[in-house]
């Protein structure tokens, strides 16, 4: 089951990755404009965070088969109807159905591989990553119609028939007022952090081309050279972790966030900046995945603590890099490692925070005993 998931999961990597390239074959096609092409983007978050909040607030019960069902449903139909020849506006409709089943699929495989560990959710987030570095070359090849039913046609034989199960995990007993106060503080920073790690992801995919243009690429050089940061992506999240198998996830997290540092200077030179977006998502990719792994150790009732958390995180990937491209436009391409190391420095610190506070708390409980 897990290889079908990590399969699943680089297919909807190259849903995702296809939106933005799709963009401009639409505008051309429908004869849009800017703003409304970027409905497309629009409708896919929006029908991904009212998946991702309605999956938090069910029960049980009703979050382990009828969720996965609908959302498996959801989804099929979305790519089914991007597949056909429709004119707008039923392609943004076909990618808000679409963003419906994404985010309740996200949700679901996500919880279900951070509760058995950080292999489990680096693998189907590094499959993730591939399959995004995959989807704007596929889609500038066939233009979108194929490749949709293809994808719809993939991810239903690779699904599995059966609801993953999540493995067991140490409930940390919320049966008092004192002790849902202490738990809440935890969850507040790691939605905090997963809402910069977001505008830090998105920020810089969302920009690369713009910023390799602005060094004197190419139009064609710049949009061929943006897969380096999703390839870099996929290779943190599938090769880091071997190296660092021994590491907790805090010390992952802000090894990892440090490094990108050193990215961000790489890309403010214009000979250096393809290597340097490579290596920012090396340094980028494991993030993620490590703080999905540190919540199910740290907090009870992983999926609607993850359905939190992602929730605040796709608020993240909408407005920061929006607010990024504002601080642009204000003062030069040029400066997006400054902005980006504006978010960086919010999600390190949060995260050192984070450690110093279970360290404490273990402490505490040591002390105890």
């Given at each position: 089951?897990?290889v ?9 990597g190259l ?6 390239p ?6 051309d ?5 800017p703003?409304t092409?970027?409905l ?7 029908g991904?965070l009212?998946?991702?909040a ?13 969720l ?5 449903v959801l989804l099929?139909?979305g ?11 039923w ?14 699929l ?7 591989m951070?509760?058995?560990g ?5 693998l ?8 995004a ?6 889609i ?6 194929v490749?949709f039913a ?10 599995p028939w ?12 919320m049966?008092t007022?004192?002790?849902?106060l ?17 505008g830090?992801?998105t ?6 081309a ?12 710049a949009?061929?050279?943006t ?14 972790p ?14 990892a ?8 200077s790489?890309?403010?030179?214009a000979?250096?900046?393809p290597?340097?977006f490579l ?11 490590a ?7 740290t ?6 603590v993850?359905?939190a ?6 608020l993240?990937?909408?407005a920061?890099?929006?607010l990024?491209?504002?601080?642009l ?21 949060i ?9 404490e708390?273990q ?7």
């Amino acid at each position: 089951m897990v290889v079908r998931l990590a399969i699943v999961f680089g297919m909807l990597g190259l849903f995702q990755a296809t939106l933005g390239p799709l963009i401009p074959l639409l505008r051309d096609r429908d004869d849009l404009s800017p703003a409304t092409a970027g409905l497309l983007v629009t409708g896919f978050f929006g029908g991904c965070l009212v998946s991702t909040a309605v999956g938090g607030a069910l029960t049980d019960r009703w979050a382990r088969g009828p969720l996965y069902v609908v959302s498996s449903v959801l989804l099929l139909v979305g790519l089914g109807l991007l597949a056909l020849p429709t004119a707008w506006p039923w392609p943004p409709l076909a990618v808000a159905v679409g963003g419906l089943g994404f985010g309740g699929l996200v949700l679901i495989v996500n919880t279900v591989m951070a509760t058995r560990g950080l292999t489990y959710v680096n693998l189907v987030n590094g499959t993730y990553g591939l399959g995004a570095a995959a989807g704007p070359a596929l889609i500038s090849l066939t233009h979108g119609g194929v490749l949709f039913a293809v994808l719809a046609a993939g991810i239903l034989v690779s699904l599995p028939w059966t609801v993953p199960e999540t493995a067991p995990v140490a409930e940390a007993g919320m049966t008092t007022e004192r002790e849902r106060l202490r738990l809440s503080l935890p969850l507040v920073l790691f939605c905090a952090m997963l809402f910069c790690y977001a505008g830090v992801e998105t920020g810089l995919s969302s920009w690369e081309a713009t910023h390799l243009r602005a060094h004197g690429y190419s139009a064609n050089t710049a949009a061929a050279l943006t897969s380096l940061f999703w390839l870099g992506l996929a290779g943190g999240r599938l090769l880091v972790p071997l190296v660092t198998r021994n590491w907790s996830p805090p010390r992952l997290i802000v090894t990892a966030l440090l490094a990108c540092g050193a990215g961000l200077s790489v890309i403010a030179f214009a000979f250096s900046a393809p290597a340097g977006f490579l290596l920012l998502g090396v340094c980028v990719g494991p993030i993620f995945p490590a703080t999905l792994a540190w919540i199910a150790r740290t907090l009870p009732h992983p999926r609607r603590v993850n359905a939190a958390v992602l929730t605040v995180a796709m608020l993240g990937n909408a407005a920061v890099p929006a607010l990024i491209g504002y601080g642009l436009q204000a003062t030069s391409v040029l400066a997006l490692p400054l902005f980006v190391a504006v978010a960086l420095a919010g999600c390190l610190g949060i995260a050192v925070a984070l450690r110093a506070k279970a360290r404490e708390r273990q402490g505490v409980s040591q002390g105890t005993v």
